[in-house]
């Protein structure tokens, strides 16, 4: 969607980028011309993502391997990618949790883990990094990935729930705070369903998936195509968005609109019954 070059000189950190929408991410970011960090807890991913994306975009790519939950690990992450590139630009908080479940099921572990690393995990980040570029006097900016029941709530996904709304305070708040004294800006992106190896089988495990009809349940009728998503991250994160700060923009399809409407269920009438329930009223 931009045009080439368009990150060049940038260095962009994806946490969880081995994978997934984070990884097509970074492959984008690399292919526009931006070193990119990957950070996630499993090396042999990571050195397999980064080695596929330097081929297909010939950018250069840094595997680093860490815990968000540690902010230990942030720091020394901090430090790998300031060696190798120089500085870092921007921090994209994608790494995520997340399991289906009712609720009472859940141990508290099982709730420790998912907000620790999807809340937790992006505040230790997100604070390692600004402390480093007010520092540095560097006009960083964050873009997190949140989800559309960041401000619906969701059943069986609620520590998720609770981690994203999170997530999404913590970027309209920082992005007045730290807009206004240092010209960092935050944004988060609030996509609907994107089919990754991650989501599909923590969060559709078995006959679930059938169950989960796209074109009943998003209007534009199909899951999410991760290029869109990338073109979307691509633009907030590039100089072309300095002035989108403390926004989140959903790219769902209208999934989620389609659920709130008080009266949308009634795309099921057809013109018939229409014409019959004018019929009624006389006209
Ligand atoms: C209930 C579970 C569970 C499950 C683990 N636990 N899986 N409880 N249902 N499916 C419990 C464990 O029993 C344990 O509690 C506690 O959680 C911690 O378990 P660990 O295995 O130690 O967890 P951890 O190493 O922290 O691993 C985190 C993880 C794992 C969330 C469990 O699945 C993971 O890392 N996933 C990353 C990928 C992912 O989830 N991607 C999806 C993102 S999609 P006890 O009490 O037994 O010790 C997303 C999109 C949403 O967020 C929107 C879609 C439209
Ligand atoms: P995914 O492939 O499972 O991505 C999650 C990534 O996070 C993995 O690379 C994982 O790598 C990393 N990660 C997990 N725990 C970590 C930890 N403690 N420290 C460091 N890294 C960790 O899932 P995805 O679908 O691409 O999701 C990406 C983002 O989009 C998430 O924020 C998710 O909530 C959001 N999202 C996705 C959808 C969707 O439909 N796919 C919809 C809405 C929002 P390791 O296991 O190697 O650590």
New binding site residues.
């Given amino acids: 969607m931009l045009r080439d070059n368009a990150l060049k000189g940038k260095t962009i950190l994806v946490t969880?980028g081995g994978?997934?929408l984070g990884k097509s991410m970074a492959t984008y970011f690399s292919s526009l011309g931006a070193n990119v960090a990957i950070f996630s807890?499993k090396m042999p991913v990571l050195e397999a993502a980064a080695k596929e994306i330097e081929e297909k975009t010939g950018g250069s790519v840094l595997p680093v391997t860490g815990d968000v939950?540690d902010y230990e690990s942030i720091e020394r992450l901090l430090e790998t990618v300031v060696a190798k590139y120089g500085q870092v630009d921007v921090l994209v908080n994608n790494?995520?949790?997340?399991?289906?479940?009712p609720t009472e099921?859940?141990?508290?572990?099982?709730?420790?883990?998912?907000i620790?690393?999807?809340l937790q995990g992006t505040t230790n980040c997100t604070l390692a990094l600004g402390k480093y570029w007010i520092k540095n006097k560097i006009k960083g900016n964050v873009l997190s990935i949140t989800?559309?029941?960041a401000w619906t709530g969701s059943g069986y996904?609620v520590p998720?729930a609770c981690a994203?709304a999170g997530v999404l305070a913590m970027t309209r708040s920082l992005a007045v705070e730290w807009g206004k004294k240092y010209g960092i800006r935050c944004n988060a992106i609030a996509?609907?369903?994107?089919p990754?190896e991650?989501?599909w089988?923590?969060?559709l495990?078995g006959d679930l998936e059938k169950k989960f009809s796209p074109e009943n349940k998003i209007p534009v009728g199909r899951y999410g195509d991760h290029q869109e998503l990338a073109n979307l991250a691509a633009y907030l994160v590039s100089d072309f968005a300095a002035y989108v700060n403390g926004e989140v923009i959903t790219i769902?399809g209208g999934e989620w609109l389609q659920g709130a409407g008080e009266f949308n269920d009634f795309s099921v009438v057809t013109d018939e019954m229409w014409d019959m329930f004018a019929s009624m009223r006389g006209k």
Avoid at 95 to 101: D, E, P, R, T
Avoid at 105 to 114: D, I, K, M
Avoid at 191 to 194: A, D, I, R, S
Wanted: charged letters at 15%.
């Fill in positions: 969880g994978t997934g807890r939950r790494a995520a949790g997340n399991f289906v479940s099921r859940l141990s508290h572990r099982a709730f420790e883990s998912v620790g690393i999807v989800t559309t029941y996904v998720s994203k996509p609907g369903p994107f990754t991650g989501a089988s923590n969060l495990p769902d």
